[in-house]
């Protein structure tokens, strides 16, 4: 259960356990939700071992989080009564959520007892029931004997009706079923009802109210809760407006740490005492400006205003601020339309940003408070027609179970009895069954009727959503083919960058064979025999030969290149001073002059030096070449 923590004191770490705190609530909120799914989960069967052994382990759970809550709250009652004394307000609101959360917790161990205690007596019965089975079983073997083949003519017939009967059974069940699945959301929105039409609102007004709540929290019974609470704060439906939109900001930004009904139950009480209160404070501490003072300044400098100067001076916080802001308004209501205000100012952003940032959660929750509210009321007329039956048929009912108890006791006269009551059962069904019938046959017309009238739209909607299952499954097969593709190339480039250390060792093994092959063949070593005598020795006679060819070709052009040079030059290329004169033309001229050039190239030659890396290649060759023109009887070629 949601548990007053009282005001906000000033103590060390009072912000982490007020959120310690809404947890533990939370989890006590949740294991009671599991308890009724417990006990609706063996609805009719609830004293069975399988369903108390379920209500025992959930009572454990709740009971140790109820043990960390009890804690909790005795650690805040000592700090509370060291800080203030044990008579303060806020240690005796302390104290008394101490005292509730420990009737709270003795609830939960008797529950837990009575619980065991009834699975003690439970197991007792059944090893009694088992030993007397035991002995009806002995005289029974033969009975069963005789009745197995006509059990077995049977089963063929049952076969076929069982399964006609199980589908009109379970569709039969889940139309029942609505009014339990519904049954808490039903008896939630009872208690809203009652709350605004309470402060004068009209159902309309608690079913929005509850809707915007549920959009932003998404849980019936906080919803439920805080949409109450709602009901006895506002003045009118724009403040209801305006309380949603400033829940929507402090769930945007602090979420379950500053719990929404928890703010709105501390603004309603900081309305009526004029003092802040419980989670309020957070909100105003956490959620204001820096420097934020509320309007509160420093009046003018007389007597009176000399207490609330100091008041102002000393003030630290939004919450003193806030405080001082407080004392200012004369009635309830402007002490309320200042709440409003600080917290809108404060939290409107964060509003607009909560709804833009969960457009489509809130989308959600919408729709599924309108499925609640249609479902709701059609499990309200399920619940109805439960009750008519029950009206119907069960004072019939019971007067034939009672009869038959007499019978069952040898009652004077309780032949006679059960057999009245039995034609009266019967009579009674007898009465009502056609009602009930027609009733039946009208749902499933309107139903018929309602599907043919809506045929075209439903084949439509069909249509679409067979269109929709096409695209999603197309992209989810391109979506598969992509991931598929890229896992392939990388799985392949993977497996090369893994093994590409061995395919150069195969690749250096598989030609270091060749070559090996090659050299084998080729009586290749060092040196090589077949290269040295094979290649080598006739490259070089042939080098030799082929170069001797050459340079007797290469002396003729150069000599008929120079006689080429002592042609007389085209008239005026050579200025007159420079020609020869007199016999020196003579001596010069034709061949002679030819000879005398070629001779001065090869003395220049002769004396030029010729380098290839650092060594001098000129006389080498010269050398090598008079060597070799000298063996074969030549003249120098160099001179």
């Keep these: 259960m949601s548990v007053?923590?009282?005001?906000?004191?000033?103590?060390?770490?009072?912000?982490?356990?007020?959120?310690?705190?809404?947890?533990?609530?939370?989890?006590?909120?949740?294991?009671?939700?599991?308890?009724?799914?417990?006990?609706?989960?063996?609805?009719?069967?609830?004293?069975?071992?399988?369903?108390?052994?379920?209500?025992?382990?959930?009572?454990?759970?709740?009971?140790?989080?109820?043990?960390?809550?009890?804690s909790a709250l005795q650690s805040m009652l000592e700090q509370s009564a060291q800080r203030y004394g044990e008579n303060d307000t806020r240690t005796l609101r302390w104290a008394q959520?101490?005292?509730?959360?420990?009737?709270?917790?003795?609830?939960?161990?008797?529950?837990?007892?009575?619980?065991?205690?009834?699975?003690?007596?439970?197991?007792?019965?059944?090893?009694?029931?088992?030993?007397?089975?035991d002995d009806l079983s002995g005289a029974s073997d033969g009975l069963i004997g005789g009745l197995a083949d006509l059990k077995a003519g049977f089963d063929l017939v049952w076969e076929g009706l069982g399964a006609i009967m199980d589908i009109g059974s379970q569709a039969v069940q889940a139309f029942f079923d609505l009014a339990d699945a519904t049954e808490e959301y039903r008896t939630a929105q009872g208690k809203l009802n009652t709350a605004f039409e309470a402060a004068g609102y009209g159902p309309e007004t608690a079913s929005k109210a509850y809707t915007e709540f549920y959009k932003i929290l998404g849980d019936t019974d906080t919803a439920t809760e805080a949409s109450q609470l709602l009901a006895k704060l506002a003045d009118n439906e724009k403040d209801i407006a305006?309380?949603?939109?400033?829940?929507?900001?402090?769930?945007?930004?602090?979420?379950?740490?500053?719990p929404i009904e928890g703010l709105i139950e501390a603004a309603n009480e900081t309305a009526k005492v004029g003092q802040?209160?419980?989670?309020?404070?957070?909100?105003?501490?956490?959620?204001?400006?820096?420097?934020?003072?509320?309007?509160?300044?420093?009046?003018?400098?007389?007597?009176?205003?000399?207490?609330?100067?100091?008041?102002?001076?000393?003030a630290s916080s939004a919450e003193d601020y806030f405080n001082l802001a407080l004392q200012a308004c004369s009635t309830e209501s402007e002490r309320n339309q200042l709440i409003m205000d600080a917290l809108s100012q404060s939290y409107d952003q964060a509003s607009d940003a909560f709804y833009r940032n969960n457009e489509e959660l809130v989308k959600t929750r919408e729709n599924q408070a309108l499925a609640q509210e249609s479902t709701g009321k059609l499990g309200g007329a399920v619940q109805d027609l439960k009750n008519d039956i029950n009206t119907d048929f069960?004072?019939?009912?019971?007067?034939?179970?009672?009869?038959?108890?007499?019978?069952?006791?040898?009652?004077?006269?309780?032949?006679?009895?059960?057999?009245?009551?039995?034609?009266?059962?019967?009579?009674?069904?007898?009465?009502?069954?056609?009602?009930?019938?027609?009733?039946?046959?009208?749902?499933?017309?309107?139903?018929?009727?309602?599907?043919?009238e809506n045929s075209d739209q439903l084949v439509s909607a069909g249509e679409d959503a067979m269109e929709n299952f096409r695209k999603i499954m197309l992209e989810l097969l391109l979506s598969m083919g992509k991931s598929m593709g890229k896992n392939l190339i990388s799985g392949m480039l993977q497996g090369w960058k893994e093994n590409i250390a061995w395919v150069e060792t195969q690749f250096v093994q598989s030609g270091g064979g060749l070559v090996g092959a090659l050299k084998r063949s080729f009586g290749i070593h060092s040196p090589s025999t077949v290269f040295r005598d094979q290649v080598g020795r006739y490259m070089a006679q042939g080098i030799g030969v082929g170069f001797t060819e050459e340079?007797?070709?290469?002396?003729?052009q150069v000599n008929q290149s120079m006689a080429q040079l002592s042609e007389p030059p085209v008239s005026g290329s050579v200025p007159a001073s420079a020609r020869p004169t007199g016999s020196a033309a003579a001596e010069t001229g034709g061949a002679g002059s030819a000879d005398a050039i070629a001779a001065a190239i090869r003395s220049a030659l002769q004396g030029a030096g010729v380098y290839l890396n650092g060594r001098r290649v000129g006389v080498l060759v010269t050398q090598s070449q008079n060597s070799a023109a000298v063996a074969r009887g030549q003249s120098q070629v160099y001179v």
């Design 97 to 133: 959520a101490v005292q509730d959360a420990t009737a709270d917790l003795n609830r939960m161990r008797n529950q837990l007892s009575r619980t065991e205690r009834e699975m003690d007596g439970l197991t007792d019965s059944t090893d009694d029931a088992e030993d007397a089975m």
């Design 276 to 314: 802040v209160t419980g989670a309020l404070a957070d909100a105003l501490n956490w959620g204001s400006l820096a420097g934020e003072t509320f309007g509160v300044t420093l009046r003018e400098n007389t007597k009176a205003n000399e207490e609330w100067n100091k008041a102002v001076t000393e």
């Design 4 to 70: 007053d923590i009282g005001p906000r004191i000033g103590v060390d770490g009072e912000a982490e356990f007020r959120k310690s705190l809404a947890n533990i609530n939370q989890q006590i909120k949740t294991l009671g939700s599991e308890m009724k799914a417990v006990t609706s989960a063996f609805e009719g069967n609830e004293h069975s071992q399988e369903a108390l052994a379920a209500q025992a382990d959930v009572l454990n759970r709740q009971i140790d989080a109820q043990e960390q809550k009890l």
């Design 551 to 556: 340079m007797a070709q290469v002396t003729r």
């Design 394 to 452: 069960t004072p019939a009912l019971s007067g034939v179970v009672d009869a038959f108890a007499d019978v069952v006791e040898g009652a004077d006269g309780a032949k006679e009895k059960l057999s009245a009551a039995i034609s009266e059962l019967i009579s009674e069904y007898s009465e009502k069954l056609p009602e009930y019938a027609a009733l039946g046959a009208d749902i499933i017309e309107s139903v018929g009727q309602g599907m043919i």
């Design 242 to 258: 305006t309380w949603t939109q400033i829940a929507a900001g402090v769930a945007g930004t602090f979420g379950d740490s500053l």
